[in-house]
């Protein structure tokens, strides 16, 4: 079972330098596993699950893995600082490789998008996004492209949003957003390959 596994990844290990770098913001544990938070995991999943490349490296308080994407060896990390402190990750790897902002690309959660729909943006502010306000701080840049994932917003008023975003999705809204996960990850491409303005074009809904 083991030499199948490595087998059906053994043409998928990136070499040569790191040119970019792809984050999907969430919280780590099962008890997060699905949540709105978590968007950003969820979708740097599923381009896992396409490119067929494996995700176990402890790095940079991360979990990482690498492939090759649109011909550039792509760094893939899944923070495990939790949420507010995502920029801590984020700043390790980016001083570690020497990758500037604008080659990393972070994937996260918006409450002021419905389920099922999408937001590319070449920069910007964090939107109140815990994850992204800690990067920007941290770093003290605003120019991160980002994919932004509907989760929609909280219900009732009188909800707490963090009682919002780390409720799960319901069966009907995975189906909603499996086509938006697709997206995501046909984006990553493009933009990987420097074609922001193309995927925003294709994707922005």
């Not at 040569?16 to 919280?27: C, K, T, W």
């Not at 964090?126 to 994850?131: R, T, V």
Request: glycine letters at 10%.
């Amino acid at each position: 079972m083991i030499s199948r596994i490595k087998s059906y990844f053994a043409g998928y290990q990136a070499s040569g330098p790191v040119e970019f770098i792809v984050v999907g913001l969430g919280n780590p544990g099962s008890e997060y596993e699905y949540t709105r938070h978590n968007a950003g995991f969820l979708a740097v999943d599923k381009i896992r699950e396409q490119e067929r490349f494996e995700m176990k490296r402890l790095k940079f308080r991360s979990i990482c893995g690498d492939a090759i994407i649109s011909g550039k060896r792509v760094l893939f990390m899944k923070p495990s600082t939790y949420m507010n402190k995502s920029g801590e990750a984020v700043r390790d790897a980016m001083g570690f490789y020497k990758i500037p902002p604008e080659r990393t690309l972070i994937i996260f959660d918006d409450v002021s998008l419905d389920t099922g729909r999408m937001r590319i943006r070449q920069k910007g502010s964090d939107g109140g996004q815990k994850g992204m306000q800690n990067i920007i701080y941290l770093t003290g840049k605003d120019d991160f492209p980002r994919v932004r994932i509907g989760i929609g917003g909280k219900p009732h008023p009188d909800m707490k949003m963090s009682a919002w975003v780390l409720s799960r999705f319901s069966k009907d809204e995975m189906k909603q957003l499996e086509p938006i996960l697709e997206n995501a990850a046909r984006a990553v491409k493009l933009i990987v390959a420097g074609d922001i303005l193309d995927a925003m074009n294709r994707f922005n809904r």
